[in-house]
């Protein structure tokens, strides 16, 4: 036993010292210790700059939406502490509005609201509105409250089912938080649209007029989709062989921005649902219909990959940063995206969002 005891020991130790060896006694020939390797490559990263493309080059994001439901996309479980610390990871990347995607979905929603919970929506266990104003305030950001989904809308392709619930809504947040809080700075009406969806034009008329009577004025936004070849929603597909074309688009939106521009100030078109050499055209076509009505044109940058099997991950650099430099080359005025907190953040539950803000910042020369 002593013998058996002995040669194990030296066994071990003779594996300790093979493993060791490399990292005390390498010569030029022999792979680095780890650590020497990792100084090596930040040290060459840094003086060499990897990018080959125009830095600083795209419409910076200053905006993102809050996706508190996570209706498609797993929910990460924050509390107050989380929040927190995102707000200061969006500050830091200039980030000065935030948007509250819904204030509910069916039956589960984000704040106690006595109206939907007589109407049979679950008591959620946080008060996430009066928490993200809070943030807001302490970081210097707009809030824009985003209307309650029924979900009627996506069961039946009428919108007009929107607007009962949204009288009370309205009127319920804007005496509980808007009159409470600076940071309250706006409505997002959030009716997802695509064209000539039924009842689009009365029910943003009515919804959009509403918030604004009832907060003096604050500004009201849209973000619809172009309805291109990777508008396959409820498909196993990434594309479709019919697609809108560009005069279309031009056309349909005319008659929506005609019914809707003197209670909804802007319009930010989700960007992922045509391809990337369609951007330039689509882009100013948007540019001019919002410059004709008078309204704030914004693209809704989106930092998923609609591109990918998998529903959805966050996105390739290269697709974010082109679709942000079409959106300074046709002079839009703000870039927000869905979103910053599942898809750019460094503590998102996907590890790949901290490396596409990594990638976010070196491209902007944000330190």
């Not at 597909?237 to 056309?251: A, C, D, M």
Request: aromatic share 14%; hydrophobic share 35%; net charge negative.
């Amino acid at each position: 036993m002593t013998n058996r005891r002995d040669f194990i020991k030296k066994t071990l130790l003779t594996g300790a010292a093979a493993f060791t060896a490399p990292s005390l006694l390498h010569s030029e020939n022999e792979i680095p210790a780890i650590d020497t390797l990792t100084n090596d490559v930040n040290t060459q990263a840094d003086e060499s700059n990897p990018l080959i493309v125009p830095k600083n080059n795209g419409l910076r994001i200053t905006g993102t939406f809050l996706d508190e439901i996570s209706h498609d996309i797993p929910h990460q479980n924050w509390g107050a502490k989380e929040w927190d610390q995102d707000f200061q990871y969006m500050k830091h990347i200039g980030i000065d509005t935030v948007i509250l995607i819904r204030s509910g979905y069916r039956k589960f929603i984000t704040y106690p609201s006595k109206y939907l919970l007589k109407k049979g929506c679950y008591m959620p266990s946080m008060d996430l509105v009066d928490l993200f104003l809070r943030l807001a305030q302490k970081y210097n950001m707009k809030f824009y409250f985003g209307l309650y989904d029924s979900g009627k809308y996506w069961d039946t392709g009428d919108l007009t089912w929107e607007i009962e619930d949204n009288k009370y809504v309205i009127d319920e947040v804007w005496e509980q938080y808007g009159t409470k809080y600076k940071s309250f700075g706006g409505w997002y009406i959030s009716g997802e649209i695509s064209r000539k969806t039924k009842g689009a034009i009365g029910a943003f008329q009515a919804m959009g007029k509403q918030c604004k009577d009832v907060s003096g004025g604050l500004p009201t936004f849209i973000s619809p989709w172009i309805d291109g070849k990777k508008a396959v929603m409820g498909t196993n597909k990434l594309s479709r062989e019919e697609s809108i074309s560009v005069q279309e688009h031009e056309r349909d939106w005319n008659e929506i921005f005609d019914g809707i521009h003197d209670v909804v100030d802007a319009c930010a078109f989700q960007d992922g649902h045509i391809d990337y050499d369609e951007l330039d055209a689509f882009f100013s076509v948007n540019k001019k219909l919002a410059d004709k009505y008078g309204m704030q044109c914004w693209t809704n940058a989106e930092s998923f990959d609609r591109d990918m099997p998998i529903r959805f991950l966050p996105i390739k650099f290269d697709k974010l940063r082109m679709k942000l430099e079409a959106a300074k080359r046709a002079g839009y005025d703000k870039a927000i995206t869905f979103e910053f907190s599942h898809f750019m953040s460094p503590q998102s539950a996907y590890l790949q969002a901290g490396h596409l803000y990594d990638r976010y910042k070196e491209y902007f020369d944000i330190k």
